[in-house]
């Protein structure tokens, strides 16, 4: 990553956008704010440009409205300045499948996983061609955990976890750096919009500690960065599990378990 490089960050008026903006802001970095809300991204911006002297582009847009996506993916493929895309923006799902309207679950989806997947599309060859760029994705352990019960929240967090995996191998040995950042909990206005209240939950992290702690993680260029997790090991037993799997999957013949008599 260029020293110099501007940093996109998606909903980036409130919650962990809005705090990627400030620690980005702080090591010195230009920044382009995305966010429906384009009062509470100037007031964050007018904050960052007086406490920190960083330029700061203001981008209002609805990533799930079409002419909004395609304004900020072709700032993503113009802007040579920008080196750093972080994919934030996102929503969380109200209640359990059945009660989730199918037009809610497509919003969510549309939010979660095709706008990101578009943004990261927008500036990765310019990022491979330059030999240099990060994007980071911000998942969820619930994305990991079908035992929550939030199944296409936990889906649309699951596929960030899985392109950010497969954009690290494709994209990685051409100089670009990709994290997956995987929250638990978090105070941030996700849960109100979701129609939860937070003071309800048990093991709330802090926005900026998650923040500072996914920093790390991206400092120390880790692919995949659990803040909650108190036990790296488990995350690497994990993932050393599913490696294992793989060679075994391919198989001219179903397994015998599969073949044997009833």
């Known amino acids: 990553m260029r020293d110099t490089s501007a940093v996109l960050i998606t909903g980036a008026s409130s919650g962990i956008g809005a705090t990627y903006a400030d620690r980005f802001a702080r090591r010195g970095h230009d920044l382009v704010l995305v966010a429906r809300d384009a009062a509470r991204l100037a007031t964050l911006a007018e904050r960052l440009r007086s406490e920190t002297g960083v330029a700061?582009?203001?981008?209002?847009?609805?990533?799930?409205?079409?002419?909004?996506?395609?304004?900020?993916?072709?700032?993503?493929?113009?802007?040579?300045?920008?080196?750093?895309?972080?994919?934030?923006?996102?929503?969380?799902?109200?209640?359990?499948?059945l009660d989730q309207d199918p037009a809610a679950a497509a919003a969510l989806i549309a939010l979660n996983v095709t706008a990101p997947t578009r943004l990261a599309s927008a500036v990765a060859p310019r990022f491979a061609q330059a030999g240099s760029g990060v994007i980071v994705n911000i998942g969820s352990v619930v994305g990991l955990a079908p035992e929550f019960g939030m199944a296409v929240y936990g889906a649309t967090k699951s596929y960030m976890l899985f392109l950010s995996q497969g954009l690290q191998?494709?994209?990685?040995?051409?100089?670009?750096?990709?994290?997956?950042?995987?929250?638990?909990?978090?105070?941030?206005?996700?849960?109100?919009?979701?129609?939860?209240?937070?003071?309800?939950?048990?093991?709330?992290?802090?926005?900026?500690?998650?923040?500072?702690?996914?920093?790390?993680?991206?400092?120390?260029?880790?692919?995949?960065?659990?803040?909650?997790?108190?036990?790296?090991?488990?995350?690497?037993?994990?993932?050393?599990?599913?490696i294992a799997m793989v060679p075994n999957f391919a198989q001219s013949h179903a397994a015998e378990r599969y073949r044997a008599s009833p």
């Open 56 to 97: 700061v582009d203001l981008l209002p847009a609805d990533l799930t409205a079409e002419a909004d996506l395609v304004r900020i993916e072709a700032r993503l493929r113009d802007d040579a300045r920008i080196g750093v895309l972080v994919n934030n923006a996102g929503a969380a799902g109200h209640g359990g499948f």
């Open 169 to 242: 191998r494709e994209l990685g040995p051409k100089g670009v750096y990709v994290q997956a950042v995987l929250p638990a909990a978090t105070r941030t206005e996700i849960w109100e919009r979701s129609g939860r209240d937070v003071n309800t939950l048990q093991g709330v992290m802090e926005v900026g500690e998650l923040v500072d702690a996914a920093l790390q993680g991206f400092d120390r260029r880790e692919e995949v960065t659990i803040p909650p997790l108190p036990d790296a090991g488990q995350w690497q037993a994990f993932e050393a599990a599913r």
